[in-house]
């Protein structure tokens, strides 16, 4: 049966996570799932009905998101160690890592910081930041704006990443998401403070940073991202599901799993 607990941040920020499955994780079996920004772990829940049978899955409330305490700083490498904070409270070391968007990032970042793990899945999430940093300029005013520019950007921007989800899985999204402007602000601060050059430099170095197996999953094809990953991470899988948009895991979770047992099983 499932659990709720919680844990501390070497900061002292109070992390909810949960542990889905029978018995208690173990050596070479926990899968390890992180959310995107506004969401939370139950974002994961067509998935986690799927996987636990095959492994104890731990799902993580990133910090300013679901039931995790509202403390900032929000950048990734802070949550990269709420991350590791949780996974030394179960005691679990050699996890497989799966982010999905924000969470992508997030598990990036664990691996580029030493942490252990036995490998990483990032889902829909590029790690070169140029593309998104002249998006959300564009948009910086209503970021910072009036909660009600705040709320209506952010819903146009979730609404264009539903692409081809079924409309109960979009309601069901929205039931598990939060957007609050803090947070999404924290986030994005250093893509909107740093300049193009030295965001390319951090960007660049987080990537080269990763040598653990690393499984880059995306619902639709960026020209020459393929290219620019391979180049910092020589060792990464780059795989394109056409057509399937930013919640591949969720558009086909049936394939997603299989998919994640295969790359698992190769480890």
Not at 43 to 49: F, K, S
Not at 107 to 127: C, E, H, K, M
Not at 236 to 256: I, K, M, N, Q, S
Request: charged share 20%; aromatic share 8%; with cysteine.
């Amino acid at each position: 049966m499932p659990r709720v607990t919680t844990t501390a941040a070497a900061d002292g920020a109070v992390l909810a996570y949960e542990v889905i499955g029978d018995g208690e994780p173990g050596p070479g079996e926990t899968f390890v799932l992180v959310h995107g920004i506004t969401q939370c772990g139950a974002a994961w829940d067509p998935v986690i009905g799927l996987l636990a049978p095959v492994g104890p899955v731990l799902t993580v409330d990133l910090r300013g998101h679901g039931a995790s305490e509202r403390r900032p700083p929000y950048d990734l490498f802070t949550m990269a160690g709420d991350l590791d904070a949780v996974l030394r409270a179960v005691g679990v070391d050699d996890a497989l890592l799966i982010g999905h968007s924000l969470g992508g990032l997030v598990v990036s970042a664990y691996a580029a910081a030493g942490y252990p793990a036995r490998g990483i899945v990032n889902v829909d999430q590029p790690l070169e930041a140029g593309g998104f940093k002249e998006m959300l300029a564009t948009v910086e005013p209503m970021l910072r704006g009036t909660k009600e520019q705040f709320d209506g950007l952010v819903e146009r921007m979730f609404a264009l990443l539903d692409g081809p989800l079924p409309d109960s899985e979009r309601a069901r999204l929205r039931t598990v998401s939060s957007p609050e402007q803090e947070v999404m602000l924290g986030v994005w601060d250093l893509v909107l403070t740093t300049n193009a050059d030295d965001l390319a430099a951090l960007t660049d170095g987080l990537a080269r940073a990763v040598t653990l197996p690393y499984l880059a999953l995306h619902g639709s094809d960026a020209p020459g991202y393929e290219e620019w990953l391979t180049a910092r991470v020589p060792h990464a899988t780059y795989e394109t599901w056409p057509d399937h948009g930013h919640y591949p895991h969720l558009v086909d979770p049936d394939r997603f799993v299989a998919r994640i047992e295969a790359f698992d099983g190769e480890l």
